[in-house]
Nanobody, 115 residues
Framework: QVHLVESGGALVQPGGSLRLSCAASGIWFSLSDMGWFRQAPGKQRELVARIGRAYNTNYADSVKGRFTISRDNAKNTVYLQMNSLKPDDTAVYYC?????????WGQGTQVTVSS
């Protein structure tokens, strides 16, 4: 059974930084593509960043240069380092992966950027 558990969300001031973590189980982590998505109130869930098995990455235009996705295969964990945070980054952040053609999501972690 696939489990994704996010952590690290918090209230932070504009310009601040946070690091989100997602611990995965039930998948062959080193062979899995991993992604971070976010959903703000009243908006659709959107891709923030993705990292492939070969450590290839891609980012939403809105976070390029500010966010960095990384993975530690020894810990079955994917990270999202978020710098220069803006109020528009406020959302619930979800970890995502796929297995056997199915999408799996964590429970989400709240990030609030406000002064």
């Amino acid at each position: 059974q696939v489990h994704l558990v996010e952590s690290g969300g918090a209230l932070v001031q504009p310009g601040g930084s946070l690091r989100l973590s997602c611990a995965a189980s039930g998948i062959w982590f080193s062979l899995s593509d991993m992604g971070w998505f976010r959903q703000a109130p009243g908006k659709q869930r959107e891709l923030v960043a993705r990292i492939g098995r070969a450590y290839n990455t891609n980012y939403a235009d809105s976070v390029k240069g500010r966010f960095t996705i990384s993975r530690d295969n020894a810990k079955n964990t994917v990270y999202l380092q978020m710098n220069s945070l803006k109020p528009d980054d406020t959302a619930v952040y979800y970890c995502n992966t796929q297995k056997n053609g199915n999408d799996y999501w964590g429970q989400g972690t709240q990030v609030t950027v406000s002064s």
